[in-house]
């Protein structure tokens, strides 16, 4: 599997990542409904040996749960992946998320990711979100530290506009981004890609799939059964009016992928990866026989032609 070099760092990463955000399991306020661990580990293991070398995570995911599965996960494995985590999103006893970028709470934080994953050193730490946003220099100062340090060999940013990235830029490099983007979230290609590829920033985007609405499985019914945990059930695309049209637009690429033996999910990751600046693209997993639906994503382009025809579809009012 080809790799591209993340940004100002020397982590040459696979066009997919596994993105680990469901694997925290349910009874949080973001989660995805209840998940088996036994089916997290096996699809990072399935990942692994299917050429991917990075897991995205954070300390949120399952509050804390998450990092806990990608250590177990890759327990014994080698050579040992990439390992994506994130800060800033912190909670309290009765699991309400605060968001914090105070320097001793990052600090806390990174201390307690490294436990939980079982490292001794993590290979990028990102702030989660730019929040509170007065206190964004506080919070990347110390990352800064961190990684003089030694605890974190790169610091990177997520959820970012371009302001947030320069002020972070003015104190330390900024290696890479993690912003939503997929056809349904288009709109980091006005100011943000430019800002990313003029400087030298990495990007690692999340949701390329909406969350699994374009993967080719979603359907009303799914929807409708989802478990009260689930957040998706309450984002607007999930919900009328735009489910029909988003439903829609996944039969379209369900056409466009059977030209080519790949899944409406391999088509809408691969959109994302037609822009030069997106370094890679993360894909949640479940379960291991999820891979089969997103691995061809790595090597399939779409054609000039099969880009403009999604184009038409995505200019039709709602």
Not at 182 to 199: C, F, Q, R, V, W
Request: charged share 25%; with cysteine.
């Amino acid at each position: 599997m080809q790799r591209k070099q993340l940004g100002n760092s020397d982590m040459r990463i696979t066009p997919l990542g596994v993105g680990a955000w469901a694997m925290g399991g349910g009874g949080w306020k973001f989660a995805w409904g209840p998940q088996d661990d036994s089916d997290s580990i096996a699809a990072i293991r399935a990942a692994l040996d299917a050429g991917i070398n990075w897991i995205d995570t954070a300390a949120i995911y399952g509050l804390g749960h998450s990092e806990e599965v990608v250590a177990e996960a890759i327990e014994g494995v080698a050579p040992k992946p990439y390992i994506f985590t994130k800060c800033e999103r912190i909670w309290n006893e009765a699991g309400d998320i605060l968001p914090c970028l105070k320097r001793d709470s990052i600090r806390r934080e990174a201390e307690a990711s490294l436990r939980r994953l079982k490292v001794d050193v993590i290979d990028l730490y990102q702030m989660h979100w730019p929040e509170p946003e007065a206190d964004i220099e506080e919070g990347w100062t110390a990352m800064a530290e961190l990684q003089a340090e030694g605890k974190v060999r790169w610091i990177g940013v997520s959820n970012f506009n371009v302001a947030q990235m320069e002020r972070a830029a003015r104190i330390a490099p900024i290696t890479s981004l993690q912003p939503p983007y997929s056809m349904l979230a288009p709109d980091i290609e006005t100011s943000i890609l430019p800002y990313t590829g003029k400087n030298n920033i990495g990007v690692t985007v999340y949701s390329p799939m909406k969350s699994g609405l374009l993967t080719g499985a979603m359907t009303r019914e799914r929807i409708a059964a989802m478990p009260a945990d689930d957040f998706r059930q309450r984002t607007a695309h999930f919900r009328e009016p735009l489910l029909t049209r988003n439903l829609a637009l996944v039969e379209l690429l369900r056409g466009i992928g059977a030209r080519h033996g790949r899944t409406p999910g391999e088509v809408a990751i691969a959109w994302t990866l037609r822009r030069e600046e997106v370094t890679a693209a993360i894909t949640g997993l479940r379960a291991a026989k999820q891979l089969d639906g997103v691995i061809g994503a790595a090597e399939f382009r779409l054609s000039a032609g099969e880009i403009d025809e999604i184009g038409r579809f995505l200019a039709q009012p709602v």
